[in-house]
T-cell receptor, first 119, second 112 residues
Framework: GAVVSQHPSRVICKSGTSVKIECRSL??????MFWYRQFPKQSLMLMAT?????????EQGVEKDKFLINHASLTLSTLTVTSAHPEDSSFYIC???????????????FGQGTRLTVV | SQQGEEDPQALSIQEGENATMNCSYK?????LQWYRQNSGRGLVHLIL?????REKHSGRLRVTLDTSKKSSSLLITASRAADTASYFC????????????FGAGTILRVKS
């Protein structure tokens, strides 16, 4: 199957600083990528849909100024957590969707996730 | 409220036994997908079943879909310790803008 690479896998930052997480689709071009947040022992909650060349679409309750998303190319989307606070500590996962059908019945590929800890 | 709900929340079985996890959802769907997540890792796609399909197999995995009951089940046969993980169903539905919406997940522990 296709590979979606997410970096870094772990990051610890101080309160008030910003952290950037990258999501790359390595085998296909993704006009749309998705960012999820996952709290311990809970499910994935969609935060936003990242659209190449245009503004991201945020889910209700997600602060767009807090979680900046940039999708500058067909293979790269970035999520920047600005002015991070301890409550932003979480597991963030990106996903890229392949609409070409090149990978059989697998239409969404997920990155390895990023464990963010804000101290 | 969540589109997908799964039961059981947690399941503990012996190696070699079968594991069955269930997923229920609320709206009509285009497809339903099952994913596995090892602790602290990303998601691995297992099976996608479309709304006009009733059953699919992949190796030791069997997925059923009952659209009249709005439910799906994932059966893992002859389980192995390496199957220990969280399993999530996810639906793609017009009512949710065709976004992938995840259920709460089932934590499976296979004891050797």
């Amino acid at each position: 199957g296709a590979v979606v690479s997410q970096h870094p896998s772990r990051v610890i930052c101080k309160s008030g600083t910003s952290v950037k997480i990258e999501c790359r689709s390595l085998d296909f071009q993704a006009t749309t990528m998705f960012w999820y947040r996952q709290f311990p022992k809970q499910s994935l909650m969609l935060m936003a849909t990242s659209n190449e060349g245009s503004k991201a679409t945020y889910e209700q309750g997600v602060e767009k100024d807090k979680f900046l998303i940039n999708h500058a190319s067909l293979t790269l989307s970035t999520l920047t957590v600005t002015s991070a606070h301890p409550e932003d500590s979480s597991f963030y996962i990106c996903s890229a969707r392949d609409l070409t059908g090149s990978f059989g019945n697998t239409e969404a590929f997920f990155g390895q996730g990023t464990r963010l800890t804000v101290v | 409220s969540q589109q997908g709900e799964e039961d059981p929340q947690a399941l503990s079985i012996q190696e070699g036994e079968n594991a069955t996890m269930n997923c229920s959802y609320k709206t009509s769907i285009n497809n339903l997908q099952w994913y596995r997540q090892n602790s602290g890792r990303g998601l691995v796609h297992l099976i996608l079943i479309r709304s006009n399909e009733r059953e699919k197999h992949s190796g030791r995995l069997r997925v059923t879909l009952d659209t009249s009951k709005k439910s799906s089940s994932l059966l893992i046969t002859a389980s192995r310790a390496a199957d220990t993980a969280s399993y999530f169903c996810a639906t793609r539905a017009p009512e949710y803008g065709n976004k992938l919406v995840f259920g709460a997940g089932t934590i499976l522990r296979v004891k050797s």
